[in-house]
């Protein structure tokens, strides 16, 4: 599968912004799509994932971004989108999207045992798109 992340951008402390990670070449609803941030020195780090498994959606969400940033999917354009409100200086970061495609992946157990946050755990990968978010 290819990914492209777009949506990047300048915004102020407390503004919004969008991304959106587009997919093709694989069958988009049976991956895991995550998001992932990334300062230079630092860490890649995980902040949010979507699945479907069982015809349900399921997410996750790191604390640093819980209840300002929501994920949802469109299967019908093969997009994911991160919704990101009340942005803060240090949620200035490259923004990657990943999937990965797995037996277990998406399942309760998988999200349970961290691995929707962990970037060794994806196997696929968009380019980066820049969002800064300016005090």
């Known amino acids: 599968v290819q990914l492209q992340a777009s949506g990047g951008g300048y915004v102020q402390v407390g503004g919004s912004l969008g991304l959106s990670c587009a997919a093709s070449g694989g069958t988009f609803s049976r991956y895991a799509i995550g998001w992932f941030r990334q300062v230079p020195g630092k860490e890649r780090q995980g902040i949010s994932c979507i699945s479907m498994n069982n015809r349900e959606y399921m997410s996750y969400y790191a604390e640093s971004v819980k209840d300002r940033f929501t994920i949802s999917s469109d299967s019908a354009k093969n997009t994911v989108y991160l919704q990101m409100n009340k942005l803060r200086p240090e949620d200035t970061a490259v923004y990657y999207c990943?999937?990965?495609?797995?037996?277990?992946?998406?399942?309760?157990?998988?999200?349970?045992?961290?691995?929707?946050?962990?970037?060794?755990?994806?196997?696929?990968w968009g380019q980066g798109t820049l969002v800064t978010v300016s005090s």
């Open positions: 990943a999937a990965v495609l797995g037996p277990d992946v998406g399942t309760s157990n998988w999200y349970s045992y961290g691995q929707a946050g962990l970037p060794n755990a994806y196997h696929y």
